[in-house]
């Protein structure tokens, strides 16, 4: 809620927080994808007993991005109408994108059939999404 919202009663608030839903669209959006990638690395991760350095350096690497979700959630949905939001939420999605494909591309082993392009197209999908919103100019509808 913006600082200055100070209701008076019960409609006021009512009215403050259905205007909110145009801010809490990228959070709903970014959980989205956040548990999309989360629930396809923990299934990699129950089909090993043992992964190797690689594969948790660049595990613990995925958690940064994944820990400024936040952040960058919050500056998108109050400032998206200006182009440098628009980069920075469409840069970090391009790095959680990136790093999660490493992490595709280091375990073959443990990834086969369905589940492995799964994860091949989940990633590729949003390094998509995440340079045709990083090229979108702020004020054009999509």
């Known amino acids: 809620m913006p600082e200055d919202f100070h209701p008076t009663d019960g409609g006021e608030l009512l009215q403050g927080l259905i205007a909110l839903w145009p801010k809490f669209l990228p959070y709903v959006l970014s959980f989205g994808v956040l548990g999309l990638r989360w629930l396809a690395n923990i299934e990699v991760r129950t089909r090993a007993e043992y992964v190797n350095r690689e594969y948790v350096n660049w595990w613990l690497l995925y958690h940064l991005p994944i820990t400024c979700v936040p952040f960058t959630t919050i500056v998108v949905g109050r400032f998206a109408h200006l182009a440098p939001a628009i980069w920075l939420y469409a840069g970090h999605t391009l ?44 004020g054009i509808p999509d």
């Open 95 to 138: 790095l959680i994108a990136a790093v999660g494909l490493r992490l595709v591309l280091i375990t073959p082993h443990l990834e086969q059939g369905d589940h492995l392009r799964f994860r091949q197209w989940s990633a590729m999908l949003l390094i998509v999404s995440s340079l045709a919103r990083w090229c979108r100019r702020p």
